[in-house]
């Protein structure tokens, strides 16, 4: 089974896609780092050199075909960026016929606890942010709820993690995953 996560920044998709993967016995990647290794680059550096965000798409997609094709006989889990279900990454994925793609979902409040931040090198940043950062930080996980849930419609499933701990969301997809499994069996 070819498994995608997608969902919005921070929402948790690397930290349960890994974690899932290893329940299951799953290969893991996560795309974002899949793309810095390809190039060589930080994704920051490489979405510098385009002027639209399809442009860095179409760049990029080549790494998630590249994880698709190399990978046919194996069972794999793939964290994907918030834009994983537009255009160049979407057409990537409809050529896996095995695949299953999970929206993860989170109130934004919930993600905001966990928010990473990184600067252009991909090093990650130790900040503890101040009430107005929180408010804006705030801000911008809703309107990205808002924006990337209209592609997030394309997602097989959907999960909510509203409140549940890692391993409660493991135990949550697992069994989705089972009950897709069974549903194919008979």
Same mark, same amino acid.
């Given at each position: 089974?070819?498994?995608?996560? /997608? ?66 006989? $194996?069972?794999? $889990? /793939? ?8 255009? !160049? ?10 695949? $299953? ?29 101040? *009430? ?7 801000? *911008? ?27 409660? !969301?493991? *135990? ?13 069996? $008979?």
């Amino acid at each position: 089974m070819k498994i995608f996560l /997608v969902g919005i920044s921070c929402v948790g998709k690397t930290t349960i896609g890994k974690e899932l993967a290893k329940t299951l016995g799953y290969q893991f990647f996560d795309l974002d780092i899949e793309i810095e290794s390809y190039f060589k680059k930080s994704i920051s550096q490489i979405q510098s050199m385009f002027l639209t965000g399809y442009s860095y798409r179409d760049y990029v997609a080549i790494v998630l075909k590249k994880i698709i094709d190399e990978n046919k006989n $194996i069972n794999y $889990i /793939v964290a994907l960026p918030p834009s994983g279900l537009r255009d !160049c990454f979407l057409r990537a994925l409809k050529k896996e016929e095995e695949r $299953i793609v999970i929206a993860l979902h989170d109130q934004p409040e919930n993600i905001l606890k966990r928010l990473t931040l990184y600067d252009d090198n991909s090093n990650k940043i130790e900040k503890t942010l101040c *009430e107005k950062e929180k408010k804006l930080y705030l801000r *911008e996980l809703r309107l990205d709820n808002t924006y990337f849930n209209r592609t997030y419609k394309r997602a097989n499933h959907h999960v909510n993690i509203d409140g549940l701990s890692i391993n409660e !969301c493991v *135990e949550k997809i697992e069994d989705l995953i089972v009950g897709i499994e069974t549903n194919k069996s $008979i």
